[in-house]
């Protein structure tokens, strides 16, 4: 059933390409869509959401935290190597910090800042001066703004070596998992390039599991992957969707790309921005997409065994 799902929506996409409606996304209005007609589509996901559980043997764990309106990842390998991939928004360290004494983390193998917005390093400064840190990995490009400032000045003093992430970059992290950069594209940078298509994406695998962390890669990054890269580095199990779940993201094309078997949108509760958008939304029903969101679960961790995926969350009931 889930793959004739998504071969209409594939036929959909391509009939929508050629009478001149694309992206897919593009033909959506949220606007026009009252919040009676988006509570109905959630509803209609989490109703067919698989039950929750937990995978007893050594696993890839992969922890959206929850931080309000802002993106922070704990990833742990089965053998015990730890990532951050963003810090949120300013106020999110407590909660970060949290979850790490939770799972027992001291300190970080790795962190990676996706893109300098402040809801990705809004509490990285306060992460960096908590944590010892093995490797630093970002972008090359700065903003001149509090968090960032902030984020170098806590780098320097902590003498934290720092490298800028690239596409085709492999970064040594578990020797059980192989984490790919596949943004930012070096190639396609240029001074009309969106902060946003710049994000650090990387691909997580262990065994034949797979989960892609997008920042908030946009279309215009999707697309660019989509021309460069092989099916193959985009698979992945779980999605975390590009941008907090906006319709700037997640195009049908880069979705079915990877086809994922879940997804999650990190983003607060009642935030202002409407995140995740209803166009998502449907996409992922259209898809029979299992679907999760940090500002109902809570905390969402997945757990890849590199033969199936798990899913649980700090909120056992939806409210």
């Given amino acids: ?40 589509k959630l509803d209609a996901l989490l109703s067919a959401r698989p039950a929750s559980g937990s995978i007893n043997a050594p696993a890839l764990s992969v922890t959206m935290i929850d931080v309000g309106q802002g ?8 053998e015990g190597r ?18 790490l004494q ?23 400064a306060s992460v960096l001066d908590a944590y010892p840190v093995g490797a630093f990995y970002t972008i090359a490009e700065d903003l001149p703004t509090d968090a960032c400032i902030a984020m170098r000045a806590a780098l320097e003093r902590n003498g934290c ?29 240029d001074a009309e390039t969106e902060m946003n298509d710049l994000s650090v994406v990387l691909h997580v695998r262990y065994g034949d599991t797979a989960v892609l962390l997008t920042g908030d890669a946009e279309e215009k990054a999707e ?21 907090h779940g906006s319709s700037t993201s997640t195009s049908a094309a880069f979705f079915l790309a ?9 983003c607060g509760k009642d935030n202002d921005y409407g995140h995740p958008h209803y166009e998502t939304l449907s996409l992922l029903y259209d898809t029979d997409t299992a679907f999760y969101g940090t500002d109902m679960d809570g905390s969402v961790t997945f757990q890849l065994d590199g033969e199936t995926v798990a899913v649980e969350t700090s909120r056992k009931e939806t409210p």
């Fill in 71 to 78: 993106d922070s990842i704990l990833l742990v390998s089965p």
């Fill in 161 to 189: 070596p720092v490298s800028f992430a690239e596409a085709g970059m492999t970064i040594p992290w578990a020797e059980s998992c192989t984490v790919t950069v596949l943004n930012p594209i070096a190639s396609y940078a």
């Fill in 258 to 266: 990877v086809d994922p078997d879940y997804a999650v949108a990190s």
């Fill in 102 to 124: 939770k799972r027992g983390v001291s300190s970080l193998d790795v962190v990676v800042a996706t893109h300098p917005h402040d809801d990705h390093i809004g509490s990285m």
């Fill in 1 to 40: 059933m889930k793959s004739v799902l998504r071969l209409f929506v594939w036929v959909l996409a391509l009939l929508l390409l050629l009478t001149g409606c694309a992206p897919l996304h593009g033909c959506f209005d949220t606007a026009d869509v009252s919040a009676a007609e988006k509570q109905a």
């Fill in 223 to 243: 697309n660019r992957m989509l021309d460069t890269l092989p099916a193959s580095m985009l698979r992945a199990d779980v999605l975390k969707l590009g941008h």
């Fill in 82 to 99: 730890t990532m951050l991939v963003d810090a949120g928004p300013s106020d999110a360290f407590s909660n970060i910090s949290d979850e």
